[in-house]
């Protein structure tokens, strides 16, 4: 069959575990025999997929904070994902892995500067993992709204994904790449996943009895064009036990045998520019068909009362907002031209180890700035870091507030606040803890303020607090 395509997005993440506080992950329970989540899916889906050269026939990303872990602690994983990237480049002239925004933040719902900020530092490291340019880029939860894909846009990517249910305009049903009008003359293309298939795949890979019947079924009777099977990367071993041997047969054996060419989002598109154009639904996304609510307001996606979530979410936003006080006062105090949004994008590298601190200043044209001056600086920008990272969008993602997942959010809000009360003496901890006291588990006795106060009296005890 002349043009048929076939592609495979993996969408590979884990969520920052690490306390913010030592660096170190504490022990999960449920990942036994394995310390924590990250070792125990490494085992189960990244190391067999990178072993068994899943990654040079997929398309994918590697969100920042799971490729900082891979890095430190399965380096030969981490590689074998990198060279897959550069493989493909070598061979076909196009890298197989977009780029990821940094904190699996839902954009839509994010302030436009903090949105901005996501994308900087998910381009930056790409780079600093792949070594070139990044030119698509995958959405959290592909979340959309429009000032999102201004922001890709502006950044200079060029593409990104999103499920069927997310747009509208004639599809039937394939997957483009289709063209989105942006604002001021400015466009992005879509590629669109088939949802169906891709659940399929998700959901019900067991059901099927070999990899060839699922092939036959879900590709057999498709017309020319691009097939995209778009799902967790964490599907092919972990979710779905030797899932990895699935993705294996399917892209080396059954797909091609029907007739496809296994191919990567960025090739495709440089031989197929779209020709249609598409509109969005916004606020959407692919795991919640209620929009984004699942990260606001709760929804039945999640059993039980989930009205926690947006006194969370409230709890987080008013932080942030005081925080971004401190931290604009500050700038400005350090040197009026200065513009604090740029400069907190440029962070990014410090983060990742590039650069230190006080290279960072002189690089930023601040390098004369007196000591006191400097440090309050540096403080400020860590705690904005830590204030992006809180917004993880896991913590929100399911039913129960005592779960780790909320946890992580409240201990990386807890650094930044006392981070700004080091750097300034200003202490945000106490309207937060008010904020924090409203979101009330629906399942024990226990308020947001309650994991906030044994997150911290954990951090004092240990001497992390001065
Ligand atoms: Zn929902």
Redesign the pocket.
């Known amino acids: 069959m002349p043009d048929h395509y076939l592609c495979f997005h993996g969408h590979f993440y884990q969520p920052p575990r690490e306390d913010p506080f030592t660096g170190q992950i504490p022990r999960e329970p449920g990942a036994e025999p394995y310390h924590d989540f990250n070792e125990k899916i490494t085992a189960e889906c990244y190391r067999p997929n990178a072993t068994l050269g899943n990654f040079e026939m997929i398309s994918f990303n590697v969100g920042p904070t799971l490729a900082s872990w891979l890095d430190k602690y399965a380096h030969e994983t981490y590689d074998r994902i990198a060279q897959a990237d550069r493989n493909n480049l070598a061979a076909t002239g196009f890298g197989n892995a977009i780029a990821q925004s940094a904190h699996h933040t839902i954009l839509p719902l994010a302030r436009r500067r903090d949105k901005i900020a996501q994308v900087a530092w998910g381009i930056a490291s790409f780079e600093h993992r792949f070594g070139r340019k990044p030119s698509g880029m995958w959405m959290p939860e592909t979340a959309v709204d429009y000032e999102t894909l201004e922001a890709l846009a502006a950044a200079g990517l060029t593409f990104t994904v999103l499920s069927d249910e997310q747009v509208t305009g004639d599809t039937g049903g394939r997957a483009g790449p289709y063209r989105v009008k942006l604002g001021a003359g400015r466009s992005i293309t879509v590629f669109v996943r088939d949802r169906f298939s891709s659940n399929q795949l998700s959901f019900d890979m067991d059901k099927f009895p070999n990899t060839t019947a699922w092939a036959e079924q879900a590709l057999a009777s498709r017309g020319q064009g691009l097939a995209l099977i778009a799902a967790d990367g964490e599907t092919f071993g972990h979710h779905c036990r030797a899932g990895e041997h699935f993705l294996h047969n399917v892209l080396l054996r059954d797909a091609p045998a029907l007739g496809f060419q296994i191919t990567s989002l960025t090739q495709y598109l440089a031989n197929h520019p779209p020709q249609t154009e598409i509109e969005l639904r916004e606020m959407t996304s692919w795991s919640?068909?209620?929009?984004v609510?699942?990260w606001v307001t709760g929804?039945?996606?999640?059993p039980g009362d989930g009205r926690w979530k947006g006194a969370l979410r409230r709890a987080l936003d008013n932080l942030s907002g005081e925080i971004d006080l401190v931290y604009t006062a500050e700038v400005r105090a350090a040197d009026a031209a200065l513009r604090a949004w740029p400069l907190r994008d440029a962070y990014i590298a410090v983060v990742l180890g590039q650069m230190d601190g006080p290279a960072f200043l002189a690089a930023q044209g601040l390098g004369s700035l007196p000591t006191p001056l400097a440090d309050r600086l540096l403080k400020l920008l860590q705690a904005e870091f830590y204030r992006q990272r809180m917004y993880a969008s896991c913590a929100f993602y399911f039913e129960e507030l005592t779960r780790v997942e909320p946890r992580y959010a409240i201990a990386n809000a807890a650094r930044a606040v006392t981070l700004v009360k080091e750097a300034t003496g200003e202490d945000l901890s106490r309207g937060f803890h008010r904020d924090l006291s409203v979101a009330v588990s629906s399942r024990v006795n226990a308020t947001a303020a309650d994991l906030y106060d044994a997150i911290m009296a954990a951090a004092q005890a240990s001497s992390l607090i001065k």
């Open positions: 919640c068909m209620h929009g609510a699942r929804c039945e996606c999640t």
